[in-house]
């Protein structure tokens, strides 16, 4: 009698697109995902560097809004 989280064929069902990947190479998995959030840090920290506290706010304001195209 076949598990249910497989098919007949032995097959796992249901797999997502990223879990081969992340089967074959946690680390390419870990650097897909991190790599652009550790470029918006780098860059966030490059544009607040030397501002004054008060306009930190509009800085990273800025900032987000050139990340926004990666949401949509």
């Known amino acids: 009698m076949a598990s249910l989280d497989q098919s007949e064929e032995g097959q796992a069902v249901g797999l997502s ?15 897909l995902v991190g790599l652009p959030v550790a470029g918006k840090v780098i860059v966030a920290g490059i544009a607040l560097r030397g501002a004054e506290s008060k306009d930190r706010a509009a800085i990273v304001k800025a900032v987000s809004e050139l990340f926004r195209w990666w949401r949509r």
């Open 17 to 31: 697109s990223i879990e081969p990947i992340a089967a074959a190479s946690p680390l390419i998995a870990a650097v």
